[in-house]
């Protein structure tokens, strides 16, 4: 009785995970600046896979599979995050140069 | 002594690790068990125990805070991506931190950079220059907020931040 139900769950989870990538790759072509863009890929992708993470864990054949999974998802973010603020940087980096050029140019 | 305390817990975390990706595959204990030895000498080398220790209860609150943030954080970015007129009011803010160097200040601002609105572009000693999509939102509350919680994950006091726009 209990597994149909586990498994609509599983399927509703995988489309709505799916589903928020698919609107964060919309953010790349709607927004218009790079770090916009970045808030989008970066918070929406890890919604997404934290859905699909969730959906993923009933079909964990074990403890240590679920675990590894739940990791899989915590080490994605913290590259996220990591790379996200890296690129910010970057092209914070890009402004302030642009703007001392101006400024001397000019 | 606190070397000796980090040694284990780090062999004992590594090892857990070990263990997951393994997925409890015994005969990969051995192996796993020198490699985790080895690998624990290394982070302990390489970067010294720190006076801040990881309080269990504070990572518990953080984590059920980060889960919960994380969920209002994507559906914020969805709702303004999905709506016609694009409502967005992006541009810098600079905040200052109260919390100490390392693991803290660096916990908060990838933090940051997954809560709703902000994303964190520069960290230069207390000063920390976020990124925010939507400049109405109530940054510093929600900053301070998050700055609470990392502070209860090294156990440390209250923490304050001072906003000052950029």
Redesign the interface.
């Known amino acids: 009785m209990t597994e149909p139900v586990i498994l609509v769950a599983q399927v509703v989870l995988m489309v709505v995970g799916c589903l928020?990538f698919g609107?964060g790759t919309?953010?790349l072509f709607?927004?218009s600046?790079t770090?916009?863009r970045?808030?989008?890929l970066?918070?929406?992708d890890?919604?997404?896979l934290?859905f699909i993470v969730l959906a993923l864990l009933p079909l964990a054949p074990?403890?240590?599979?679920g675990?590894?999974v739940v990791?899989i998802w915590v080490v994605a973010?913290?590259a996220?995050?990591?790379s996200?603020?890296l690129v910010?940087?970057a092209?914070?980096s890009g402004q302030r140069a642009d703007i001392e050029k101006g400024s001397r140019d000019g | 002594m606190a070397l000796l305390r980090a040694f284990c817990v780090r062999a004992a975390a590594f090892f857990l690790?070990w263990?997951?990706?393994?997925?409890?595959d015994s005969s990969g204990l051995g192996a796993g068990a020198v490699i985790v030895l080895i690998v624990a000498w290394f982070s302990c080398t390489l970067y010294p125990p720190s006076s801040h220790a990881l309080r269990p209860v504070g990572m518990l609150v953080f984590t059920g805070y980060f889960?919960l943030r994380?969920?209002i954080?994507?559906?914020?970015?969805?709702r303004r991506?999905?709506s016609p007129s694009?409502p967005?009011n992006?541009g810098?803010l600079r905040v200052k931190t109260s919390l100490p160097e390392g693991g803290p200040r660096w916990l908060l601002?990838?933090?940051l950079?997954?809560m709703?609105?902000t994303?964190?572009?520069?960290l230069q000693g207390t000063s920390l220059?976020l990124?925010c999509?939507d400049l109405d939102l109530p940054i510093d509350q929600d900053v301070r907020a998050a700055e609470r919680k990392v502070a209860g994950v090294f156990g440390l006091g209250e923490a304050g931040t001072e906003e000052s726009a950029s």
């Open positions: 928020f609107v919309l953010g709607r927004f600046d770090l916009c970045i808030h989008a970066t918070k929406i890890n919604l997404g934290g074990s403890v240590t599979a675990l590894k990791l973010l913290a996220s995050a990591t996200a603020h910010a940087r092209v914070r | 690790v263990w997951v990706l393994t997925e409890g889960i994380s969920v954080a994507g559906l914020d970015v969805v991506l999905l694009l967005l992006p810098y601002a990838n933090t950079s997954l709703p609105g994303l964190s572009v520069r220059e990124h999509l």
